[in-house]
Nanobody
């Protein structure tokens, strides 16, 4: 089974940028649809973005469209989330997740759609 490790979180001022990485081991990342989720204190885990296996198709929640960009490099077994113009409301633990059966034409926005998760990385945006 695939193992996922996130990195790149940190503390940034509003308007700043961060790039998160999610590196896979034990399995080839290219066989999975990949997603980013986030969870703020006291809130449920929330879908942020997803990318199909080839990297040609992506999906975002409305609140991050135009600010976040998801991408993947299957040769490096790594997925990324470039986050620009960060807002305090983006503060959360960010998780990457892998789904072996998901398609962007089907169900992929629910946490239960994903079978594999990273440990999470904290993103804190100060106002």
């Amino acid at each position: 089974q695939v193992q996922l490790v996130e990195s790149g979180g940190g503390l940034v001022q509003a308007g700043g940028s961060l790039r998160l990485s999610c590196t896979a081991s034990r399995r080839t990342l290219s066989t999975y649809l990949m997603g980013w989720f986030r969870q703020a204190p006291g809130k449920e885990r929330e879908f942020v973005s997803a990318i199909n296996r080839s990297g040609r198709s992506t999906s975002y929640i409305d609140s991050v469209k135009g600010r976040f960009t998801i991408s993947r490099d299957n040769a490096k077994n790594t997925m990324y989330l470039q986050m620009n113009n960060l807002e305090p409301e983006d503060t959360a633990v960010y998780y990457c997740a892998a789904c072996s059966s998901c398609l962007l034409s089907g169900s992929y926005r629910r946490p239960e759609d994903y079978g594999y998760w990273g440990q999470g990385t904290q993103v804190t945006v100060s106002s």
